[in-house]
């Protein structure tokens, strides 16, 4: 539903006021998400399932004039209950309090939070899931994600210490992902080894002091690839429980990014267990 | 050698005065490196080459006092006609223009742009090179670096479109890789490939729409591996006159970060082509 929005002080778009201020605040169960790719992704889940993402709901769009008209097929698809206010981009500049360059804006109400343990136990007896373990920053939360989404992990479990996933820049990051890929919080890593040996998960933490060489591993066919923040990396106590495994690298530069990291291991997750 | 200042004003550490704003101007051939791991990394190699990096050249540092008291060894080790200028933090965040968590600065200047094809010329029978083609996104070209360096890629090829892997944000994302692997622009990919070509280095090219899995490609001896700007990708007359190679990917999801993508490609060209 089209509504035309001329000025920046319209009510009906006060949710979309302040977008940065409400980064610092927290939007409770409310997120951002940003740009074309990202509601096509969006809209494509609506048309098949009816939620946007994971069981995430679309509240409302705001969109520059300029994009609407671009986008006029794509907007025309969604379903007709959800507002897609229009607007100058100057107002839009205005509402948002910084230049929005890609001109669409979309607030959505998340799914409530999830459990770990239905989570998994709705996977099949193949599947692959990802652990994240102490990942305070954005932009490797969704490249986690992004990941995942990529090479089809069920579902992303984090720590209490993690940051996030749907933090607008975890979002606009994962291309979409965080919204996608279903996930749940658990506790600490003592609980998440306890809840994946339980069903039946193999848990694979990856470290530079790994006693396994990635690419030699068969993928079990439930199996849980464990990161920890970069730096540090996940904790001994943790390694000490787990298979452990290492990406091997050069003498003297044994630094991969976290998120690249999870990607080379869901790759080789992938293709090693594929059956043609 | 340590010099203390005092003053935001002292003339002795004006080259590091309004960091951002020299970001946006540009720094010639100088460039600013920051951080304790990538002055670490700088100081190894300086201690092996001399140079700081691929023969690039350290001119000062600027350290916050906690920092230099942490450090003290590491800047002991350091060669005594660099200056490092220890201020206080305050002083430091007064002269930097915005506060510098990691209280470490290294002004440097960099090697005189190199030859694409004498790089290609120093490299061995065995080689992986990695070429990036329109990358403007410096925590995309960082994180190619970073990629580059963990796995012992030889040297990097960009285009005149790409963005500078010297770029303090590029060092930065990069953890100091951008200053250690050598790297050198070509004109466009028609020359790059020309150039590839006369030495012997087969091109893959990554694209979603390649012909050969990646798992599948058998690392031929010496080798580079050519990535596009995400969205568009490589140009369809370069794949044209290329080995097209693919990640395959979910279908409802085909979107790699291109940093990702790297450091997938060159862990399966490393551990592939690995003599044990």
């Known amino acids: 539903m089209i509504v035309a929005v001329t000025s920046a002080d319209d009510v009906r778009i ?3 006021r302040d977008v940065r201020e409400r980064d610092l605040v927290g939007r409770g169960s409310g997120f951002m998400a940003e740009g074309e790719v990202v509601l096509r992704l969006l809209a494509r889940h609506m ?3 009816g939620a946007a993402g994971a069981g995430h709901r679309l509240e409302a769009l705001l969109i520059s004039q300029r994009q609407a008209d671009r986008l ?3 907007l025309a698809s969604l379903p007709d209950d959800l ?3 229009v607007a100058p981009q100057a107002v839009m500049d205005d509402i948002s309090g910084f230049p929005i360059h890609r001109g669409v804006l979309a607030l959505g109400r998340s799914h409530p939070a999830r ?3 239905a989570l998994l136990d709705a996977l099949g007896p193949r599947a692959v899931v990802v652990a994240a373990l ?4 954005h932009d490797n939360m969704g490249g986690i994600f992004r990941n995942a989404a990529a090479f089809g992990a069920g579902a992303v479990l984090i720590d209490r210490a993690s940051c996030d996933p749907l933090y607008r820049k975890a979002i606009r990051v994962s291309v979409g992902a965080s919204l996608t890929v279903p996930f749940a919080r658990v506790a600490d890593a003592g609980a998440l080894l306890d809840l994946l040996a339980a069903r039946g998960f193999a848990a694979l933490a990856l470290s530079p002091s790994g006693a396994e060489r990635l690419a ?3 993928p079990p066919a439930r199996v849980a690839a464990l ?3 970069e730096g540090p990396g996940l904790p001994a106590d943790i390694l000490a429980r787990t298979r452990t495994v290492a990406i091997p690298m050069a003498r003297d530069f044994d630094s991969l990014n976290v998120a690249t990291t999870c990607g080379i291991v869901l790759h080789h997750l992938a293709q090693a267990g594929r059956v043609d």
Not at 134 to 137: S, V, W
């Open 14 to 16: 006060a949710a979309f």
């Open 72 to 74: 006029a097929g794509l």
């Open 47 to 49: 048309a098949r399932t």
């Open 115 to 117: 459990d770990a343990g």
């Open 134 to 137: 102490g990942i305070t920053n």
């Open 216 to 218: 030699d591993v068969v």
């Open 83 to 85: 507002p897609a206010y």
């Open 227 to 229: 990161f920890g923040t």
